[in-house]
């Protein structure tokens, strides 16, 4: 019977993620309703599972636990959205444990599933700055230098803005939820001046950056630098499939 639970939780899970992760990409916005349903549901199968088939009780308060605690810090940071930290979460709530010893030594050292799975998500988003970094310059090396018309002193911030943004057309930015403006204006003796923006949050008022950036279109006649965005709650969805592919496979 444990094994009906955990396949009914990895079915919500699964679900929730990926409608979630499909919401993100097209709108920016996952109606709570996702994770109001998801996250009680997988928690009263927790439940059946513990007083029926002896699941974890403390994996689970230990996997709820640090999802909260992850959760609740990098959405204050500005590196999670809300429905970032309501997926981890949910994966918490899904994957409380492994059901049989994972075969994959990394997810052996990393003992519960929730922590092996929001460490392959954090591997996955790191390669994204990497295809970033091989775009620019390509760029660079056919004459156009991302950092046309800004001044960036030193070696260390350049390299960041290389790694983590592209000249796009200031036009494309409206509507767009592909990309977040990475520039700002400021005044110096009285004149504009381009400033990039190394980090853009989750929570960062886009339309607001936006509209200052426009106020000042003689400065982005040749594009302005914007932040290409996939939400986080992607790569967690990748890494809550990587984790269950071996699980699931034992059921079927």
Known sequence: MGSAFYVLRFVICLVSLGYASARDLAAREVGDWVWVVGVPACLLLDVFDACLC???VVNLLASLGISLLVGVTLSRLGFFGGADAWAL???????????HVPS???????????????????????LYPL???ILNLSDLLRGRPLLRGLEVKHWSGKLLLYATVRRVNLKQLHNSLKHFPAEKVVL??????RR?????GAGADVAERLKSLEAHPQLFEDGVLAS?????????????????????????
């Open 54 to 56: 002896g699941l974890s």
């Open 89 to 99: 979460l949910l994966i918490a709530a899904a994957m409380p444990s492994y059901v």
């Open 104 to 126: 994959l030594l990394l997810a052996r050292a990393l003992l519960l599933p929730l922590v092996f799975i929001f460490f392959s998500a954090v591997v996955l988003s790191a």
């Open 131 to 133: 295809t970033i970094l």
């Open 188 to 193: 110096e003796d009285g004149k504009p001046v």
């Open 196 to 200: 990039p923006v190394y980090f853009v």
């Open 228 to 252: 290409p965005t996939i939400p986080m709650v992607v790569f967690l969805t990748f890494g809550f499939v990587s984790a269950s592919v071996v699980e699931v496979s034992h059921f079927i």
